[in-house]
């Protein structure tokens, strides 16, 4: 009897001894699987957005973030205080667009032939379409011969029967201001001026410009009408899209042209002539540093105009000078070129232009939700125009000093939804913020239930 009580006590002891060693193992296992999981919450792997994704998250940047083509700049900074002889002026940094001077820039004035710019924008979009090509051989319509041309016309001088190509055309537009050639190019794209001009007028309107309107190609009419600020927009647009342009067509110093085979037949016999020489309307080609476009224009109504760009250093600006003074041509040149080079040696000397950073998608835990990490990206990504504030640096040097600081907090919890603002990326120099960057949320992450909102937040205690 007293045997089978202390066997089976002795099983008993046993039983608790292995339950409180298997309760333990299982403690262990558990605390184990515990710690791998908090580990893993903490350090979630870089996540691969699907195309859904990305999709869905550059619509709600879109929305979230408009792009703007003309902005202020930044930061704050006292309005410099240049001496120009137009009535109208902006200056902007053609990366980002950001203001760096302007003068009576909401003014509405006629644009006169910088309108061409805005003509060969339509055509290269009909090019990119595949529908035309520069090598194509365009007709000549009776309006875009030179002897029907208005009196004080600037010519490209076609004639009945010349073989002229569509890139030909282009040159007679950027080089020679060919009004003739404008009307060329309308006919042959749209089948006639009205057509061309309408489809001019909606560019203007899918690109925002609520006061450029056209009602012709060529610039002559005072009823086309714009803005030195939206002008500039436009201009920022068409070198972003068409950045060949420039080196092609709108740095050609000058341009020759009947050549022999633009003749028509009946002209190439014995023709003794030779090509009508005509230099570049833009008279800063050569003469400013850097300076590879774009287009004057002037009729009486609009004065002196031009829509200028140059580039030093990775640094591209483009301003717009309307309604120069002038009593004739040299006069009104000698104006229009010193307040571009007043605007362009400015700017290259009180700024630069700092490249936009690249970032890989920071990668955040989430507590408390169905998934536990969140891509995270800045909201906006582009250069930065920099401010000369660093005593002997260049503008480029300065560039160069600039740093950065990402703010982001340690793990975010619960529902996230797609463009939520999660931190920020700070951009300094010489302890001066140039610019804020809000990162936000790329991906959705729905809220978890209770039970997985109560581990993550003991599993969080780990970290």
Same mark, same amino acid.
């Given at each position: 009897?007293?045997?089978?009580?202390?066997?089976?006590?002795?099983?008993?002891?046993?039983?608790?001894?292995? &339950?409180?060693?298997?309760?333990?193992?299982?403690?262990?296992?558990?605390?184990?699987?515990?710690?791998?999981?908090?580990?893993?919450?903490?350090?979630?792997?870089?996540?691969?957005?699907?195309?859904?994704?990305?999709?869905?998250?550059?619509? *709600?940047?879109?929305?979230?973030?408009? *792009? @703007?083509?003309? #902005?202020?700049?930044?930061?704050?900074?006292?309005?410099?205080?240049?001496?120009?002889?137009?009535?109208?002026?902006?200056? /902007?940094?053609?990366?980002? $667009?950001?203001?760096?001077?302007?003068?009576?820039?909401?003014?509405?004035?006629?644009?006169?032939?910088?309108?061409?710019?805005?003509?060969?924008?339509?055509?290269?979009?009909?090019?990119?379409?595949?529908?035309?090509?520069?090598?194509?051989?365009?007709?000549?319509?009776?309006?875009? %011969?030179?002897?029907?041309?208005?009196?004080?016309? &600037?010519?490209?001088?076609?004639?009945? $029967?010349?073989?002229?190509?569509?890139?030909?055309?282009?040159? $007679?537009?950027?080089?020679?201001?060919?009004?003739?050639?404008?009307?060329?190019?309308?006919?042959?794209?749209?089948?006639?001026?009205?057509?061309?001009?309408?489809?001019?007028?909606?560019?203007?309107?899918?690109?925002?410009?609520?006061?450029?309107?056209?009602?012709?190609? &060529?610039?002559?009419?005072?009823?086309?009408?714009?803005?030195?600020?939206?002008?500039?927009?436009?201009?920022?647009?068409?070198?972003?899209?068409?950045?060949?342009?420039?080196?092609?067509?709108?740095?050609?110093?000058? /341009?020759?042209?009947? #050549? @022999?085979? =633009?003749?028509?037949? %009946?002209?190439?016999? =014995?023709?003794?002539? #030779?090509?009508?020489? #005509?230099?570049?309307? =833009?008279?800063?080609?050569?003469?400013?540093?850097?300076?590879?476009?774009?287009?004057?224009?002037?009729?009486?109504?609009?004065?002196?105009?031009?829509?200028?760009?140059?580039?030093? =250093?990775?640094?591209?600006?483009?301003?717009? +000078?309307?309604?120069?003074?002038?009593?004739?041509?040299?006069?009104?040149?000698?104006?229009?070129?010193?307040?571009?080079?007043?605007?362009?040696? %400015?700017?290259?000397?009180?700024?630069?232009?700092?490249?936009?950073?690249?970032?890989?998608?920071?990668?955040?835990?989430?507590?408390?939700?169905?998934?536990?990490?969140?891509?995270?990206?800045?909201?906006?990504?582009?250069?930065?125009?920099?401010?000369?504030?660093?005593?002997?640096?260049?503008?480029?040097?300065?560039?160069?000093?600039?740093?950065?600081?990402? *703010?982001?907090?340690?793990?975010?919890?619960?529902?996230?939804?797609?463009?939520?603002?999660?931190?920020?990326?700070?951009?300094?120099?010489?302890? +001066?913020?140039?610019?804020?960057?809000?990162?936000?949320?790329?991906?959705?992450?729905?809220?978890?239930?209770?039970?997985?909102?109560?581990?993550?937040?003991?599993?969080?205690?780990?970290?």
């Amino acid at each position: 009897m007293m045997n089978d009580m202390k066997t089976k006590q002795n099983h008993l002891s046993n039983i608790v001894k292995y &339950s409180t060693l298997a309760g333990v193992l299982v403690g262990i296992i558990l605390a184990i699987i515990f710690l791998v999981y908090s580990n893993k919450l903490a350090n979630p792997e870089q996540i691969i957005l699907s195309a859904e994704e990305k999709l869905a998250f550059e619509q *709600t940047i879109a929305n979230l973030y408009p *792009t @703007q083509n003309i #902005q202020p700049l930044p930061y704050p900074v006292t309005p410099a205080q240049l001496e120009l002889y137009c009535d109208s002026a902006i200056l /902007i940094d053609a990366s980002n $667009g950001c203001i760096l001077y302007e003068k009576n820039a909401d003014e509405i004035i006629p644009p006169a032939s910088m309108t061409k710019l805005v003509v060969m924008y339509v055509v290269f979009q009909e090019i990119e379409t595949g529908r035309i090509s520069l090598q194509d051989i365009v007709p000549l319509p009776p309006e875009s %011969w030179a002897i029907n041309a208005p009196p004080m016309s &600037s010519l490209m001088f076609l004639g009945e $029967g010349q073989n002229v190509t569509l890139e030909e055309l282009l040159l $007679g537009l950027a080089v020679a201001s060919g009004n003739d050639a404008a009307i060329a190019v309308a006919h042959y794209v749209s089948g006639s001026v009205e057509n061309f001009v309408e489809r001019m007028n909606q560019e203007m309107q899918n690109l925002g410009l609520k006061n450029t309107r056209f009602v012709e190609p &060529s610039g002559y009419s005072e009823l086309n009408l714009t803005t030195a600020r939206e002008f500039a927009a436009f201009t920022k647009v068409y070198i972003e899209r068409y950045p060949e342009a420039l080196d092609k067509f709108h740095s050609q110093k000058s /341009i020759s042209y009947p #050549q @022999q085979h =633009n003749l028509a037949p %009946w002209h190439k016999e =014995n023709n003794t002539e #030779q090509p009508i020489f #005509q230099p570049s309307t =833009n008279k800063l080609l050569g003469v400013l540093e850097g300076c590879d476009g774009l287009k004057t224009g002037f009729i009486f109504e609009s004065g002196y105009n031009l829509s200028l760009t140059a580039k030093r =250093n990775g640094s591209r600006y483009i301003s717009i +000078t309307m309604k120069g003074p002038g009593s004739g041509s040299v006069e009104g040149n000698r104006y229009r070129v010193a307040d571009a080079t007043t605007l362009m040696e %400015w700017a290259f000397t009180c700024f630069a232009t700092r490249p936009r950073d690249t970032f890989e998608p920071f990668t955040l835990p989430v507590l408390g939700g169905t998934k536990n990490a969140v891509a995270v990206l800045p909201a906006k990504n582009q250069s930065l125009t920099v401010p000369a504030i660093v005593p002997q640096q260049t503008p480029n040097q300065t560039a160069k000093d600039v740093t950065y600081t990402v *703010t982001l907090p340690t793990f975010v919890q619960g529902e996230i939804a797609c463009g939520d603002v999660i931190g920020k990326i700070t951009y300094e120099l010489a302890g +001066t913020t140039l610019a804020e960057i809000p990162l936000v949320a790329v991906n959705n992450v729905a809220q978890s239930n209770w039970f997985k909102k109560a581990i993550d937040k003991v599993a969080s205690v780990f970290w």
